[in-house]
T-cell receptor, first 114, second 114 residues
Framework: EAQVTQNPRYLITVTGKKLTVTCSQN?????MSWYRQDPGLGLRQIYY???????DKGDVPEGYKVSRKEKRNFPLILESPSPNQTSLYFC?????????????FGPGTRLTVT | AQSVTQLGSHVSVSEGALVLLRCNYS??????LFWYVQYPNQGLQLLLK??????LVKGINGFEAEFKKSETSFHLTKPSAHMSDAAEYFC????????????FGKGTMLLVSP
């Protein structure tokens, strides 16, 4: 089954404790992206990657890191989480090129930072 | 840069009534437009998309949307609401840049009453 998976689905942590949220897709997509969803703000892009070893900042990159060492994986790293990073996070992937217009979303990771 | 405005953070309808969710966009180049639906505690699912060609687009679950360039709109409609349509709906825009970076609206919560 074609899908985007994220782990963990729920995470409660404390300020300053490094964490990683994993994202993996099995559709051989070149493009992957991370979004955060906050009430009243919709989804905002954090980082995206057009292919292996190619990443770039989205609209709200501060406090986050990403890496793309393999095509299927795109982990989101919070080196020193803060309470304002409490949010619902989504990973997405898509093809690039002329048929690139649909993104497939993972189920989301709800992060709480206390 | 592109942007999306969704009019109304909440829309309430009765079961069987017309559903109309409004979306206006701004884009300096011809846009690609999407509607996504998010059911409670789930990720985003593509409802429909406009890329090129016919301006009236039909999607899943009986939804459709019409691209009106002169009005810069892409409103979502369904003739008869069902209880199962209760969800949050997001309009999104992309540009033909070879990869599908999406800019989302803030979302509209659709409430359906018996």
């Amino acid at each position: 089954e074609a899908q985007v998976t994220q782990n963990p689905r729920y995470l409660i942590t404390v300020t300053g404790k490094k964490l990683t949220v994993t994202c993996s897709q099995n559709m051989n997509h070149e493009y992957m992206s991370w979004y955060r969803q906050d009430p009243g703000l919709g989804l905002r892009q954090i980082y995206y990657s057009m292919n292996v070893e190619v990443t770039d900042k989205g609209d709200v990159p501060e406090g986050y890191k990403v890496s793309r060492k393999e095509k299927r994986n795109f982990p989101l790293i919070l080196e020193s989480p803060s309470p304002n990073q409490t949010s619902l996070y989504f990973c997405a992937s898509s093809l690039t090129g002329t048929d690139s217009y649909e993104q497939y979303f993972g189920p989301g990771t709800r992060l709480t930072v206390t | 840069a592109q942007s999306v405005t969704q009019l109304g953070s909440h829309v309430s309808v009765s079961e069987g009534a017309l559903v109309l969710l409004r979306c206006n966009y701004s884009s300096s180049v011809p846009p690609y437009l999407f509607w996504y639906v998010q059911y409670p505690n789930q990720g985003l699912q593509l409802l429909l998309k406009y890329t090129t060609g016919a301006t009236l687009v039909k999607g899943i679950n009986g939804f459709e949307a019409e691209f009106k360039k002169s009005e810069t709109s892409f409103h979502l409609t369904k003739p008869s609401a069902h209880m199962s349509d209760a969800a949050e709906y997001f309009c999104a825009v992309s540009v033909d840049s070879g990869y599908s970076t999406l800019t989302f609206g803030k979302g509209t919560m659709l409430l359906v009453s018996p």
